[in-house]
């Protein structure tokens, strides 16, 4: 028999006094799901157990029935996604480049997506594609933009 799950992730709120207490999916009009919903089985999952919040990345894992001790990492999963190749003793780091900004002597994070040509993201990923230390080799591997993973090896 196949079937199809629908995972839901994030929906979970509090009610709110602008919609008289309810939750906003819960005020919302949603006739396709309401649909949705009348054809299959629902409920609550607790991968844990009941009021322990998971990320989403363990708590899929965990739903898809992994054990919580073997999850490798957002990182890790989402580089073999990316059919970036990776050893089981690699370990795989989101990333994303970012600026930063001098005040008084410090240099502070600038919040949001820096605005960089192409051009300037390539030659930033260049400079620090590949670094050496300890034994250790760090390597950046770009996906989109200024977005990539930096795998150590």
């Given at each position: 028999?196949?079937c199809?799950?629908v995972i839901?992730?994030?929906?979970?709120?509090?009610?709110l006094?602008?919609f008289?207490?309810?939750?906003?999916?819960?005020?919302?009009y949603t006739?396709?799901?309401?649909?949705?919903?009348?054809?299959?089985?629902?409920?609550?999952?607790?991968?844990?157990m009941?009021?322990?919040?998971?990320?989403?990345e363990?708590?899929h894992?965990?739903?898809?029935g992994?054990?919580r001790?073997?999850?490798?990492g957002r990182?890790?999963?989402?580089?073999?996604?990316?059919?970036?190749?990776?050893?089981?003793?690699n370990?795989?780091?989101?990333?994303?480049?970012?600026?930063?900004?001098?005040?008084?002597?410090?240099l502070?994070l600038?919040?949001?997506r820096p605005?960089?040509?192409?051009?300037?993201?390539q030659?930033?990923?260049?400079?620090?594609?590949?670094f050496?230390?300890?034994g250790?080799?760090i390597?950046?591997?770009?996906?989109?933009?200024?977005?990539?993973f930096?795998?150590?090896?």
């Open positions: 028999m196949r199809i799950l839901l992730d994030g929906i979970g709120d509090r009610g006094e602008c008289s207490g309810k939750t906003p999916l819960y005020a919302a006739p396709h799901l309401d649909h949705l919903a009348s054809l299959g089985m629902n409920g609550l999952y607790h991968t844990v009941q009021g322990i919040p998971m990320s989403s363990t708590a894992f965990i739903i898809f992994y054990e001790e073997d999850f490798p990182g890790y999963i989402e580089a073999k996604g990316k059919g970036i190749p990776l050893k089981d003793n370990v795989a780091i989101l990333c994303h480049l970012c600026c930063v900004e001098n005040r008084d002597g410090n502070f600038r919040w949001g605005e960089i040509s192409n051009e300037e993201s030659a930033l990923k260049k400079a620090i594609e590949s050496d230390a300890d250790i080799t390597r950046l591997i770009t996906s989109n933009g200024i977005d990539g930096v795998i150590l090896d």
